[in-house]
């Protein structure tokens, strides 16, 4: 049972495997093979993977006969070939805007997985890549705020005066605005925060900030289903948009995180609002690649409006590649191992399994997954 891992394409960082999965996943029995140089951006020496128990090759090397290929992006599916018969791609493989690639990787029978569409439970959390990423990309948007904010976070008293806090806004407050409050507020900011979905109030005070909910219209009760938000009432847009007007200007840091699943992401501030702003203060925006939930936020960009710093974030992880790739390649063995079948010496995934289900995008040539068929 060989297990393939490839070098990422450009532009990525991040490698699928650390040696602690690969050493793992040896422990398991299985054959681990790394592409020359896979680590090479998360600064993980191909002689580090040969320690841990795996053989580094080339490309051909690694997948020639492998039943699992280990990936952070789904690579084009020509550039695969080799594999065994069935292989599994395992990784993050964004089959709705890709969905070409989907079709490719069932025309070359590979089972493709995609890891983001794992379901939100118990059982899954350890496996969960979105959350393992985001949580790095709450912390990174507040250090890179900071970066570009020409002033200082906490409070400070010197013979030569006083410098006041910076006062940090989070919107969105889940896995990544969690984060992003928690970081502001080590860094000393004074930091408030709001979210449609009314679970969030109690987080946000366990934490030390201070929430900020529309209260005269109704937003999400409770989590959401799945954890997720929905699309909220042009009535609660209304009194969203009210409340930040009374807000915005007040803050110097606002990192915004607000997505809706297979939506594009929700406006929440109006470049008029960004106006009412001082300049100087800095607007992170991590649904820059969802839309951007700010008006004029270029993703991948850092682009002024009024004298304000607005950074289009996109894929922030990538910036943190040696930690994000110890976590996604955690997830990917806390799958697979979780599914390992110890007389096969394989991963086993019963059709019937609410994860398989959920993430498993084609199989036999077909591309099978409900929720890609549907869409
Ligand atoms: P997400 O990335 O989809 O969205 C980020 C946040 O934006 C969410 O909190 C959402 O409510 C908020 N949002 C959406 N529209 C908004 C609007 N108009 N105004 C303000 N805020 C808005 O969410 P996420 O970070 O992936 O996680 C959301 C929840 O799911 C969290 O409570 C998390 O704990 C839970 N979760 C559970 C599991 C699990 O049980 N396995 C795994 C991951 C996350």
Redesign the pocket.
Known sequence: MKIAVLKEGAGETRCAAIPETVKKFVDLGAEVAVENGAGEAASIPDSEFEAAGARVGSRADALKGAAIILTINGPEAGTLKGAGKGALLVGGLDPLRRRELVDAYAAAGLEALAMEW????????SM?I??SQ?NLAGYKAVVDAAAAYGRAFPMMMTAAGTVSPAKVFV????????QAIATARRLGAQVSA????S??KE?IQSLGAKPIFVENVA??EG??V???????SPE??KA?AELVSAHIGKQDIVI??????GRP??R?ISDAQVATMRPGSVIVDL?ADAGG?VEGTVSGETVTRHGVTIIGAANLARSLAADASALFARNLYNFLSAFWDKEQGKPVLPDEDEIVKAIRLTQGGKVVNERLIAA
Do not use: H, K, W
């Open positions: 794992m379901p939100r439970i118990t059982r899954a959390q969960d979105l959350s985001s919107m969105g407050v889940g896995v990544a605005g969690l709001t979210d449609v979905r679970a969030t987080q937003g999400i989590e959401g799945g954890g997720y938000a929905t699309e909220t609660y847009q969203q915004t995180t607000a997505l809706i699943p992401a929700p929440l649904a939930n």
